[in-house]
């Protein structure tokens, strides 16, 4: 396993659950960690008392900050050795039942930002794998990239392009030197689907009782840690089980999926939309 020390790593969405969990564990590893994130209050605690991370804030759906941001990082840094590309919304919503600034704005984060980021990124990463041996990419993806339920639809397809473009840059890079990650965790407890819908919230204490199901984003910080460690490019669900959504695209197992859940589809929406009422989104 190689050491964290010393590395400088960005991670993208790093105020709030998944990303602010890697931005703890990368630092406590010893890495020279850059949060970005488009909230500047919950950014700026999310970082505060963390030895080794600061914070610039960005909007990866932004073609400019995109720039602006990579820049930034090597400008202070002097080098660029990870970026960790973990900023996404979900909206949760039937396809004919979401907005048409939702679809945009899914597309424009979870893969226009994480193609372009990682197109950006990859002159300083080669440059860094050249010099000191190894950089790395990684994606956090989502089980909704390996099988797809209602109302997740849009996003899951969001998901996927990001994962298929881990596989297919792998293929352009590893010989050289950088390695490609993607993460596929399955629920997470953190704000992602009340933010989804507008409504993030705006303190840790805002946040009580307002998180979605799901196991805690420190497992997949264990896992980001263990993947910019690792001697081989990785794709990890995280509970591991989350990995059987892959069989969702064995034929057999697809079409009785397509069967039962187009017949639940209402159903699963309306069960969402209670679970982000409840939640005040
Ligand atoms: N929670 C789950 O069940 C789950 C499961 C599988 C995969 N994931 C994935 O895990 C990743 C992290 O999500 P999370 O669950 O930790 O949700 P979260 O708590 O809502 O965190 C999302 C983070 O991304 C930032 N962000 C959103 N849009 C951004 C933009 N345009 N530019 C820059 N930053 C942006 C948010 O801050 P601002 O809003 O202030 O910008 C926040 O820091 C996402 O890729 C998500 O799809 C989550």
Redesign the pocket.
């Given at each position: 396993m190689a050491s964290l020390q010393e590395r400088v790593v960005l991670v993208?969405?790093?105020?709030?659950?998944?990303?602010?969990a890697v931005v703890h564990r990368l630092a406590a590893d010893g890495a020279r960690v850059v949060a970005?994130?488009?909230?500047r209050d919950?950014?700026s605690e999310?970082v505060s008392g963390v030895a080794g991370a600061t914070a610039i804030a960005?909007?990866?759906?932004?073609p400019a900050?995109r720039v602006a941001l990579v820049d930034r990082v090597v400008a202070e840094h002097g080098r660029l050795d990870a970026v960790v590309l973990?900023?996404?919304?979900?909206y949760a919503g039937l396809v004919e039942e979401t907005p048409q600034d939702a679809v945009e704005?899914m597309i424009?984060?979870?893969l226009t930002?994480v193609v372009d980021l990682a197109r950006l990124a990859l002159p300083h990463l080669l440059a860094a794998a050249a010099e000191r041996g190894r950089a790395d990419i990684l994606v956090?993806?989502?089980?909704?990239a390996l099988a797809q339920v209602p109302p997740l639809t849009i996003?899951s397809a969001t998901?996927a392009g990001a994962h298929g473009f881990v596989k297919g840059l792998r293929r352009e890079v590893t010989s050289r030197g950088v390695r490609v990650h993607s993460i596929?965790?399955?629920?997470?407890?953190?704000?992602?689907?009340v933010?989804?819908r507008g409504a993030?919230p705006v303190s840790d204490d805002d946040a009580e009782g307002r998180l979605?199901p799901?196991i805690r984003?420190e497992r997949?910080a264990e896992q980001v840690a263990r993947s910019l460690s690792s001697y081989w490019s990785r794709t990890v669900a995280v509970p591991r089980y989350m990995g059987l959504a892959r069989l969702g695209e064995v034929p057999p197992v697809d079409r009785l999926l397509d069967m039962v859940l187009s017949r639940q589809a209402q159903r699963i929406q309306r069960i969402t939309d209670r679970m982000v009422a409840d939640r005040g989104g």
């Open positions: 993208t969405g790093g105020s709030t659950g998944i990303g602010r970005c994130a488009r909230g919950r950014l999310a960005a909007d990866v759906s932004s900050d973990n900023a996404a919304i979900g704005t424009a984060t979870n930002g956090t993806a989502s089980s909704a996003y998901k596929t965790p399955g629920p997470v407890s953190t704000e992602w689907l933010r989804g993030a979605s799901g984003p997949v």
